[in-house]
């Protein structure tokens, strides 16, 4: 839920973490009195914002969220899972009011609630204002309510908190598939996206090894290509990618499997020889069609990114799709990954 008075910025924050103009794009529905949810089917989560509704007034304010939470409280993907609560930096104060509609959210209805500082380009370069009210809320809440500030200016943005309010919503949802759904959704922050994609490519690449392991000789490609499709279609959906696995990416991974296991030929000759051989050719391939796998996943992460960008960035066209995931680029992907992997270990 965004709360926050008319004007303060909240359909600016919302399109900064979602990268779209959610108003735009979304199926507005009218809910309770003074809140809207908009919907989408390119962010996978319901935004509830309050229109600024009687902010003023808390005893309104709080009637009109009790009656909210009451009307959804069976689906839990209807149910308010983190606040985010907007103050302008233009105001230069934060009012008893925003103390105790916040105090409300936050303990009466356990609602995880951080302040969210907008226009922060108003604010002095030394972000003097921010601190100031930063300090009022801390006094109030501790720790218990995280300030973070944010902008209208996309440059901006990228030296102050947005990415770090995307990261604190997501670890506050409690339920993992709306948690892994708002990881979907965000644009905001990149590096999340590639963290939940690792852990999605470390059980691929344990399969691979299994696959790699395996007895039959020269078996490993006719596995090793589909579970590795899986795997690229995996990781366009935790990034928020709504293009399936197209045949440029299933030609491109399977070409390039192909190429890379050529590398085990020696396991699976060694597997052809009766004793000691086959345990260590299978030993060789696991490891090979493991690291072929995550080398394979690091690539579809990066080229994620670069789809990402290039549309936030209002370059994309027909072509970009041939040229992100073109056999040049993966394969300075992949080089880029083992250099990274060199140097980290």
């Not at 004007?7 to 900064?16: M, R």
């Not at 102050?160 to 708002?182: H, T």
Request: with cysteine; hydrophobic share 40%; net charge negative.
């Amino acid at each position: 839920m965004v709360v926050g008075q008319t004007g303060v910025g909240k359909s600016s924050l919302v399109n900064a973490v979602f990268g779209k103009d959610i108003a735009k794009i979304s199926h507005t529905q009218p809910e309770t009195r003074g809140f809207h949810k908009y919907e989408t089917d390119e962010v996978p989560v319901n935004i509830i914002d309050s229109e600024g509704y009687e902010l003023d007034n808390s005893d309104n304010f709080k009637d009109s969220i009790e009656k909210f939470i009451n009307n959804n409280f069976t689906d839990v993907t209807e149910q308010i899972h983190l606040a985010w609560y907007c103050i302008s930096i233009s105001s230069a104060r934060v009012l008893p009011f925003d103390l105790s509609n916040i105090e409300f959210l936050l303990k009466e209805k356990n609602i995880p609630t951080a302040v969210v500082f907008t226009q922060c380009d108003n604010d002095t370069p030394e972000g003097e204002i921010a601190t100031k009210l930063s300090a009022v809320i801390e006094e109030k809440f501790g720790k218990n309510v995280p300030c973070f500030q944010v902008s209208n200016d996309e440059e901006l943005n990228k030296k102050l908190d947005l990415d770090k309010l995307v990261e604190w919503s997501a670890e506050n949802i409690a339920d993992e598939n709306v948690q892994m759904a708002f990881v979907i959704g965000q644009k905001a922050s990149l590096k999340m996206k590639y963290k939940k994609a690792q852990k999605a490519i470390m059980g691929y690449a344990g399969s691979a090894a299994a696959i790699g392991a395996s007895p039959i000789p020269l078996s490993d490609a006719l596995l090793l290509v589909p579970l590795q499709t899986g795997m690229a279609a995996h990781v366009f959906h935790i990034y928020g990618l709504n293009m399936g696995v197209s045949s440029i990416v299933k030609n491109l991974i399977g070409s390039r499997v192909i190429s890379m296991l050529g590398k085990a030929a020696v396991g699976n000759i060694l597997k052809l020889i009766p004793g000691g051989g086959s345990i260590i050719g299978g030993g060789i391939n696991a490891a090979i069609a493991s690291g072929i796998t995550y080398s394979l996943g690091f690539a579809m992460c990066k080229m994620s990114e670069q789809m990402i960008t290039t549309q936030i960035e209002g370059q994309y066209d027909s072509n970009m799709l041939d040229k992100i995931f073109s056999s040049g680029n993966l394969d300075a992907l992949i080089n880029q990954y083992k250099k990274t992997s060199r140097t980290e270990a």
